[in-house]
């Protein structure tokens, strides 16, 4: 749904978006729900399901899959409805950057694609990690789960903003062999025309104001996630060629500078604007034994972030998006919970998976 079709001489409606999310950040699962399902199995998952707001899902999908197959398309299948939801309720402006923010999900979509012809995974498997929430459409991205070849998704990309920025890319994935280099151009994309046509914080008004703070603070953790990631990688690939703009965390030099050097990314993260406001988040991310550890911890963080704005800014966009994370967070470890029981996984394992404030 095009912004634009929502917009023309609506006043937005905070209050009444804001009011409906909280709501439904309330019904999320906590830690103690959590608790209770890595200590069951997929079948016993599924039943617990039933009796939640996945009711619906699990009831509709339950003739057509069963255990870890129809808990994953009953989680995607209703986020993507709760954010049709939100485009539903929200008026004006706030619809507007709203639906630009949602578009995240065509990134995450091309680049669970991605990684899963990278990794040898067939097309089923591959739909049911997809959150049919953005702008592509549901056979866009079937049909792109079914190409065999990167290369293939890439062409089936053509017309899309994604599209020449992959093609761009294809090169350094080809000579390194990792995925970094195309993942980060579906991110660099992404966070690009996301901030497109958006006014600088000092023109802009204070609901602006707003959601261009949460953006910047997600395009740091991003080039952060992304810095640690080349470092880990051990490819000879320069983090600044891989800066996203947008951020005030970092600028392309010191992304070169600290990328080798995790503690140095944590003290930076200390002493910078976010430090006083993620105080226990950074005690986590220097206490992360792995590459694995720190990005559960950076989610973490960002989630905790957002949270932090919306306490203080109540009724703004703030809430909405920090509703958005903390669904996708339920999701993911949803999701983490019944792989890792149908895969035979200890508890501290799968607790290990789990990104949890």
Request: proline share 2%; charged share 35%.
């Amino acid at each position: 749904m095009s912004p634009t079709t929502r917009t023309s001489g609506e006043s937005s409606n905070y209050e009444y978006v804001v009011a409906r999310v909280r709501a439904r950040r309330a019904a999320l699962f906590d830690e103690d729900d959590y608790r209770k399902l890595v200590r069951m199995g997929t079948s016993e998952i599924a039943r617990f399901m039933e009796e939640t707001e996945y009711e619906r899902e699990m009831n509709d999908l339950g003739a057509r899959y069963s255990g870890v197959d129809l808990i994953e398309y009953a989680l995607t299948r209703n986020m993507a409805k709760h954010f049709e939801d939100l485009l539903r309720w929200a008026e004006g402006g706030l619809y507007e950057n709203v639906a630009r923010y949602l578009r995240r999900f065509d990134a995450w979509n091309v680049k669970t694609i991605l990684r899963g012809i990278y990794s040898g995974a067939d097309a089923e498997a591959i739909e049911s990690d997809l959150i049919k929430a953005g702008e592509l459409t549901e056979a866009t991205l079937d049909r792109l789960a079914a190409k065999e070849s990167i290369e293939g998704v890439i062409e089936g990309l053509d017309g899309t903003i994604f599209h020449e920025p992959l093609e761009a890319a294809l090169d350094d994935f080809e000579v390194e062999e990792l995925l970094v280099p195309l993942e980060n151009a579906v991110d660099r994309t992404f966070y690009e025309k996301l901030m497109e046509g958006l006014p600088d914080a000092q023109s802009a008004d204070r609901a602006t104001q707003l959601y261009l703070e949460f953006l910047r603070a997600e395009i740091d953790f991003r080039n952060l996630r992304n810095a640690l990631r080349i470092a880990r990688s051990g490819a000879d690939i320069d983090p600044s060629e891989y800066y996203i703009e947008g951020g005030t965390l970092f600028d392309a030099e010191e992304v070169r500078q600290l990328a080798g050097d995790t503690d140095q990314l944590v003290d930076h993260v200390r002493d910078s604007e976010y430090g006083e406001d993620l105080e226990a988040a950074i005690d986590d991310l220097e206490a992360a034994a792995d590459l694995i550890g720190f990005e559960h911890a950076l989610d973490a963080a960002l989630l905790e972030y957002a949270d932090t704005l919306s306490y203080r800014y109540p009724v703004s966009i703030t809430a909405v998006l920090s509703y958005i994370l903390a669904k996708e967070r339920e999701i993911d470890n949803i999701r983490a919970i019944a792989r890792g029981r149908e895969s035979g996984l200890g508890l501290d394992e799968i607790e290990r998976d789990l990104v949890m404030l």
